[in-house]
């Protein structure tokens, strides 16, 4: 997949795609139905599939001071992109600019005349252009004017819940992590650098691989069954684990971060990328008073992950594999 992050310097073998509009925060059923709307119509043209996003996220740009709130930084939404089968990632950069032009400029300078795209997919109820000007049907009276197509995409539900955004951080705030996965399609993971930290868990026998949370919307502090994928280095693969998203209440840390435990595993993994999948909720955090008190519960932690973990690969042992590129739920 190539990552395009300019719309007025294009190659031209980076022109022509049918592509989706979206902030894709998540990547989730709805976003996918989206994206395979766009796939149709590429399929149809002959043209690329491509994704259109932002970077930051239009609401980083104008509130900067609010609570974090994205489900995904920019790299986990292209490595989930690309793994969907996404040509072509158009990340433009969401400054003043362009959040200044208005829906037909918008339409005329970005999407005909910057990135010639040939047909565009968006959700209904899709807004474009300063003051959010635009809506979906605007685009398509845009389109045929200035010479692309629009489909408009309906809302989806899937197990009587509706996709959104919004709903999957509702639901890995209160950690009912198997509901945020019905409506991702997918484990939601936490993607970034391992960060050198203070070295506690491998003196209790629990080394973790540490990873700042810093800008992401915070799942309830507690202990997760998670997998695993090593995404960099020379441990690169897939991993069961066990992982605690939190403030380290016994050390008396107040900064939240991730720390995973890697089950049977040996190596350094500082410095590299992982992708942690959270599977399961098992327990809010909690503060110990001593250090065996806490090495008795990470044991029963750890136990009850590797139950979780094995039942979920023995339930989709007869599944479809689980890739990104198809409907079922990832590793």
């Not at 690309?82 to 950069?93: A, F, N, Q, S, T």
């Not at 970005?110 to 047909?119: D, E, M, N, P």
């Not at 945020?180 to 506690?200: F, K, W, Y």
């Not at 605690?244 to 840390?253: D, E, L, M, N, Y």
Request: aromatic letters at 8%; proline letters at 4%; hydrophobic letters at 40%.
């Amino acid at each position: 997949m190539r990552i395009v992050r300019d719309h007025q310097f294009v190659a031209e073998g980076d022109r022509g795609a049918s592509a989706a509009i979206g902030n894709f925060d998540g990547v989730h059923l709805g976003h996918r139905a989206v994206i395979d709307l766009a796939r149709a119509e590429a399929v149809r043209l002959g043209a690329p599939l491509g994704v259109m996003t932002f970077e930051p996220h239009p609401r980083e740009f104008f509130a900067p001071d609010s609570p974090p709130f994205r489900l995904m930084n920019a790299e986990a939404r292209a490595n989930r992109l690309d793994r969907l089968g996404v040509d072509l990632l158009y990340e433009l950069p969401f400054d003043t600019t362009l959040s200044q032009l208005p829906a037909r400029a918008f339409a005329e300078e970005v999407i005909a005349r910057g990135l010639g795209l040939r047909h565009v997919v968006v959700g209904r109820d899709f807004r474009f252009g300063k003051g959010r000007d635009g809506d979906a049907d605007a685009l398509a009276a845009f389109g045929e004017e200035f010479g692309f197509g629009v489909t408009r995409a309906d809302l989806l539900e899937t197990a009587g819940l509706r996709v959104s955004s919004t709903s999957i951080r509702e639901a890995l705030a209160e950690g009912r992590v198997r509901d945020a996965t019905a409506m991702l399609g997918h484990h939601h993971r936490i993607e970034g650098a391992v960060l050198h930290g203070d070295r506690r868990g491998r003196d209790l026998g629990y080394p973790t691989a540490n990873m700042s949370i810093a800008g992401l919307h915070q799942p309830r502090l507690g202990v997760y069954a998670v997998r695993v994928r090593v995404l960099t280095g020379a441990y690169a693969g897939d991993y069961d684990g066990v992982a605690s998203i939190g403030t380290r209440p016994t050390f008396g840390v107040n900064a939240p971060n991730i720390e995973t435990f890697l089950f049977d595993f040996r190596g350094d993994l500082y410095g590299e990328h992982l992708s942690v999948a959270l599977v399961e909720f098992l327990r809010p955090e909690l503060k110990f008073d001593d250090l065996d008190s806490l090495i008795a519960q990470m044991d029963d932690d750890s136990a009850h992950a590797r139950s979780i973990l094995a039942q979920e690969r023995a339930d989709q042992g007869a599944s479809a594999p689980l890739d990104g590129r198809t409907d079922g739920i990832d590793g």
